[in-house]
Nanobody, 127 residues
Framework: QVQLMESGGGSVETGDSLKLSCTAS????????LGWYRQVPGKTYQGPGG?????????????TYEDSVKGRFAISRDNAKNTLYLQMNSLKTEDTGVYYC???????????????WGQGTQVTVSS
């Protein structure tokens, strides 16, 4: 199973920017939709890992964002590098959490998209 690894998090102030990266230990099928998820202590969501889906990108390039990050975050992928990115601009305190990458909810149960969760990367935004 392909292992994912997130990086790029950090402690920043409101209004700052961060760029997260997600690399894979092996190849990711370009047919797999991918997503960035956020985990916040005490909160559980329906869907993969019980984490909140923040942004997703399908194989056809269709992109979806959670309402609170629209206009501020941008998801992209480089299939040649098996890497997923999340550009985070105008950060707010409510963006704080541990960010993970994984297959998106549609691809999550497909055998070709069996991707293991990484350790996540912590993003802390302070005012």
């Amino acid at each position: 199973q392909v292992q994912l690894m997130e990086s790029g998090g950090g402690s920043v102030e409101t209004g700052d920017s961060l760029k997260l990266s997600c690399t894979a230990s092996g190849g990711i099928s370009p047919t797999c939709g991918l997503g960035w998820y956020r985990q916040v202590p005490g909160k559980t969501y329906q869907g993969p890992g019980g984490r909140q889906l923040i942004a997703s990108i399908r194989s056809d390039g269709t992109i979806t964002y959670e309402d609170s990050v629209k206009g501020r975050f941008a998801i992209s992928r480089d299939n040649a590098k098996n890497t997923l990115y999340l550009q985070m601009n105008s950060l707010k305190t409510e963006d704080t959490g541990v960010y993970y990458c994984a297959a998106d909810p549609i691809s999550y149960t497909h055998y070709m998209c069996a991707l293991s969760w990484g350790q996540g990367t912590q993003v802390t935004v302070s005012s």
